[in-house]
């Protein structure tokens, strides 16, 4: 199969990246973010086509991750009510990708594939939801379909809370976990799971690294 190359210039793009470019300076003064990293292999450029996933504790969690992982551009899972209305405007420009979070089907899991296949980075949130209360909640195991299908690494983030709007942004980056390589194309139910767990537990481990 020909390998699919990844497109750095479109038309697409042009209203991405000139948001990005315009909120950069202003974004990197107000959050001012630090990134740790797991370890060495997490230490690496995010190069290719991976999906990102991380915690989701409020409505900037999106432009968090966009801070932190600066230098890729990335499209990110969103449910299809904030393609409504006027505000549908940026949500598509920005290259977000509408899901239908009760009826999830086939042919938007062949899209993000698609997406995925073309070098290109997809961020989501897997606990599918704000989530507000202490710890992590568990996850959908949407993202193991995801990369199964394309082949390509998950990658765990996790955000730290801003207490207050002053704190430095925090970002923890984990080592990239590849689940074809883990359970081969074809696992079974079981070890599905047993991927969205580790996921999870990584996650949480994430979570504990000292803001150094």
């Known amino acids: 199969m020909k390998k699919q190359k990844s497109r750095i210039f479109g038309l ?8 990005k470019l315009t909120a950069a300076l202003p974004g990197l003064i107000a959050f001012r973010p630090k990134t740790i990293c797991e370890n060495e292999k997490a230490r690496k450029k995010i190069r290719g086509g991976a999906i990102i996933i991380a915690n989701h504790t409020g409505f900037f969690d999106p432009v968090y991750l966009l801070m932190g992982i600066w230098y890729r551009r990335q499209r990110f899972v969103c449910i299809k009510e904030l393609f409504e209305g006027k505000r549908g405007f940026f949500f598509r420009h920005f290259l977000c990708i509408p899901i239908d979070r009760e009826n999830f089907g086939l042919d938007k899991l ?43 690494p998950v990658i765990p983030v996790y955000i730290h809370k801003r207490a207050h709007w002053y704190e430095r942004l925090v970002l923890v980056i ?25 996921l999870h537990e990584k996650e949480d481990e994430l979570s504990k690294l000292k803001r150094r």
Not at 174 to 198: D, F, H
Request: hydrophobic fraction near 35%; proline fraction near 5%.
């Open 12 to 19: 697409e793009y042009l209203f991405y990246d000139f948001v």
């Open 110 to 152: 062949d899209e993000i594939t698609e997406h995925l296949k073309n070098e290109e980075l997809v961020c989501m949130f897997p606990e599918g939801r704000i989530n507000q209360e202490d710890g992590i909640a568990s996850f959908k195991s949407g993202m193991i379909l995801m990369s199964l299908r394309s082949g390509k």
């Open 174 to 198: 984990g080592e990239p976990v590849n689940v074809c390589e883990m359970y081969g194309p074809r696992p079974t139910l079981r070890q599905i799971e047993a991927a969205s767990k580790l």
